[in-house]
């Protein structure tokens, strides 16, 4: 048995199965209400929406909310604990971990904050603290912006003067034009997905392929869009790839069971999986959906985060538009994000969409999506115009941000390479390279000894391993399961963002932690 | 007929009608792909999920869409219209006329936003542009709060140490404490309200009762959640009152038909309609809730906008808290926002809800669908804190925050009267007092003529009216069609937002268009 004591092993099992634990806790509530009249509640467990109920979400799931527990343990007895602190490896968030933020961005959306700052009368005390090229942009937002205000709601798909730019950077990036109409800025590329979900899930015959492993997004949204996921599974053994035949089998495989599938969902770089692309890959996945009627949703927020110089990013816009005249009808609908590549500014919820090809009569129903929602929120739609247009070659800001910009990426880089190594290194542990995104996915050989350990603890394999893990070394990861896997085996996604001089320890962590494991749980 | 050039109109009844318009304009898409193969589209009008076609929102609607497009005109050829610009009054944003932002609020939010601003080796430069409480108050959500930048996801709840100060502040105005676990920060109030809906809608034989008329996020999102909204009426000949005997008919109604009603959305103060609700009146609804077994959606967005010091706002928390304890179990939950009130900070996306009475199983529901959306953004989660945590006495900003505050509530209590004064003045217009929020709602007795001029074009009579009113004034605002109100009655809704100076000039765009409309149409 673990060494663990069996109280936080509760704890954490009851998180995991929030059903169990909040009835557990409801029934508490409900005894120390007995001075009120006892009639039912409206609201119940059982009486809501089921199918918010069916969606999972294990990124922010029981062993992050076990890691907060902990946490307040450690602020009250900071020696209670085997260790000092949680290691936060559980979700791509730079700046949780300590990654500074890219000046430039900060001091613009800090002075578009501000309006007193771009006074005139103040401008000799504001150049001591900020270059005269943020200045520039600031005011970019609000004379040709037409916003006066970031106080103020903006048009629904976000701030025209902003989408220009993104269309800008789109056809830069890919040397096809597009149009600012085609955008959409976002509260962050989830709000985007979940929208679209919402929007193709018509019923539950319609479905949506997604990767497996995938980030949960995916299947959690479609649970609460009454739609149906229809996995498709990467193949560990070639770098998780994506193969036709797999998702030809998965799209048959949907139909014999009488769900009609609507669209595929591509994440690339992947998450939780870090492979990148190639085109030729690309081109067969378009035509793949061209052939079946699929909409193409391209996950795309991982772009920057590219560790392979020979698998460059290819956005699946380029890659089509590329392609011959009988394919430029694909219905392709492109996200991307602030809170990834090497800005990360997770926190500031910005990201866009861009649709393809979307018929002019669906778009008006997405755009009245988004103006029930108001608009998306306004730091965040200038965070984004500073992602995808950042200070240029003779910009005062220009070799900062260059340099930001090159110590994060080549950080990132090493991280990742040595992250993976090391986990090849270790006792039953195999890892595929990451060559993007911000994550490795090692598959664990969990011995039988331990696979029955953790159904003793009524807890999955891969859970049972991670939760030790953050046990003793306060390391938070998130289980393969929360990602689904191929039946039988066991993974766990851990981040690579600890800061580059806390990386060697924060290795030995896992590794000394996955030695004694396996040497506890070692089959005989 | 009107004197309109027929092509707007036609422009503006093909926008009100999308189904109608987009059908047309995707008619136009096709022909122009003819090159691509001829296949059908995965994502169509008729294919997509009906409940999101189903929902209607007419705050950003046709004739918004319509002041776009004048605008654009007016961008291109200044003189080509008989007025100079557009006044926004379809939707209460006050700093897009020119509302100033509250200094203080915009200080800190700028000083957290950039981290260079608050080193110890920039304090003296700093201090010649920011006072000395608004560094202090930055610091406080990276010290105390543990949050280390504003780039960084947050807890999904919000930052633990915002949702103390909410807490306190809950306390202080009702005198009741709460816990900071029970409070959810969110992306403006209308991101609580969907994921509540949304968790409430089980099925559409679950009824969520509205006021009629009502703010369009809640028609909107009942039908996109595939749930029934239950319309009740507020008696206008009452100054917008909601009666009990009315309540109970609208749920008698609904269970007529099969559906049983599981919550009861208040809006207090009233949007569109402005009335307050007495103590009196908010015990008779609680009982109503509690008899009933209903939740109590309580949307005091405007709980700060009060213009008639006879009706304070109490909160109906505060209410319930007071009553005896047999009330004590009602489930309630409250929203609040960061865009309206004195500081009208919309383009922050910032607010949060309260939950009362509701089961954890329940709460750990919300938690997981917040924490699927990651977190509320952090600009936005900090505005939160300074609406309910502004300058106190002794404070260096403090008279500075008090001054601002109180021009911008004394000014809005002035066009509040003074719009609905001059409403009350026109032909065949009445108007019940704005006791709060931001809007007026009067009452258009359209004369038979302009009814059926209206039908001719194929618009609802108060859209022939709003419409009319845009072409030949420039001033912006929404049919009362748009937030549903009794059969045969016509309203529209109009902020009282221009600025005080334009004030005058903007009644008498209003008062000389309604006389010219009137002579039009008066029935002979």
């Known amino acids: 048995m673990p060494k663990l004591p069996i109280d936080s092993f509760a704890t954490a099992i009851m998180s995991s199965s929030k059903a169990a634990a909040s009835r557990t806790m409801s029934v508490r509530s409900r005894s120390m209400q007995v001075s009120a009249s006892a009639k039912s509640k409206a609201l119940s467990y059982e009486s809501i929406n089921h199918a918010v109920r069916n969606a999972e979400y294990a990124v922010r799931g029981a062993i992050p909310i076990r890691a907060e527990q902990l946490k307040l343990i450690l602020d009250k007895d900071p020696g209670s604990l085997p260790f000092k602190k949680i290691i936060h490896c559980n979700i791509g968030n730079p700046q949780a971990l300590k990654q500074k933020p890219v000046t430039f961005f900060r001091q613009v959306v800090s002075l578009c904050t501000n309006p007193d700052l771009l006074k005139e009368e103040n401008r000799e005390d504001v150049l001591k603290l900020y270059p005269e090229d943020a200045i520039e942009r600031a005011h970019k937002y609000f004379e040709k912006g037409g916003t006066v205000s970031t106080g103020a709601y903006t048009h629904s798909q976000g701030m025209p003067v902003i989408r220009e730019s993104v269309a800008k950077f789109v056809e830069e990036r890919d040397g096809f034009p597009t149009s600012p109409d085609r955008l959409f800025l976002t509260n962050g590329a989830s709000a985007g997905v979940q929208m679209i979900l919402n929007l193709l899930s018509a019923n539950p015959k319609v479905g949506v392929m997604i990767p497996i492993p995938q980030y949960p997004l995916y299947s959690a949204t479609m649970a609460m869009v009454n739609g149906t996921a229809v996995p498709y599974y990467l193949d560990e053994s070639l770098g998780w790839s994506i193969s036709i035949p797999e998702l030809e089998r998965a799209k048959e495989e949907a139909e014999n069971l009488c769900v009609s599938t609507k669209a595929l969902v591509i994440i690339n770089p992947g998450n939780p999986t870090g492979q990148c692309l190639t085109w030729d890959q690309m081109e067969n996945i378009i035509k793949f959906c061209h052939r079946n009627s699929l909409v193409l949703m391209a996950d795309e927020v991982y772009q920057a985060n590219i560790y392979n110089d020979d698998l460059p990013f290819h956005s699946f816009r380029k890659v089509l538009k590329s392609m011959p005249m009988q394919f430029q009808d694909l219905e392709l609908i ?35 999506c988004c103006s029930i929602q108001l608009c998306p929120n306004v730091p965040g739609q200038i965070m984004t115009d500073l992602m995808i247009n950042p200070p240029k070659e003779g910009d005062a800001s220009y070799q900062t941000f260059k340099d930001e910009n090159n110590t994060i990426l080549e950080s990132l880089k090493r991280r990742a390479a040595k992250l993976v190594t090391a986990f090849n290194s270790m006792e039953n542990i195999t890892c595929e390279p990451s060559s993007g995104a911000m994550y490795a996915f ?73 030695t004694k494991f396996m040497e506890k749980y070692r089959s005989e």
């Open 334 to 368: 492109s996200f991307h994000s602030t809170s990834k590549g090497m800005i990360g500014e997770c926190g500031m919820r910005g990201g866009y969409m861009h649709l393809t090809n979307i018929e002019p009569d669906v778009q008006a129903e997405i755009y009245k």
């Open 442 to 514: 090692p598959n664990i050989a969990l011995p039988q000894r331990a696979i029955d350990a953790a159904a003793d603890h009524n807890v999955k394999p891969d859970a049972f391993y991670c939760l030790q893990l953050l046990e003793e070394t306060g390391v938070c990861t998130v289980p393969g399961s929360g990602f689904k896997q191929v039946p039988g085996t066991f993974h766990f996604r851990a981040t690579f963002l600890p800061l580059e001089e806390d990386f060697d320890h924060f290795i030995g962590l896992i590794s000394d932690f996955n």
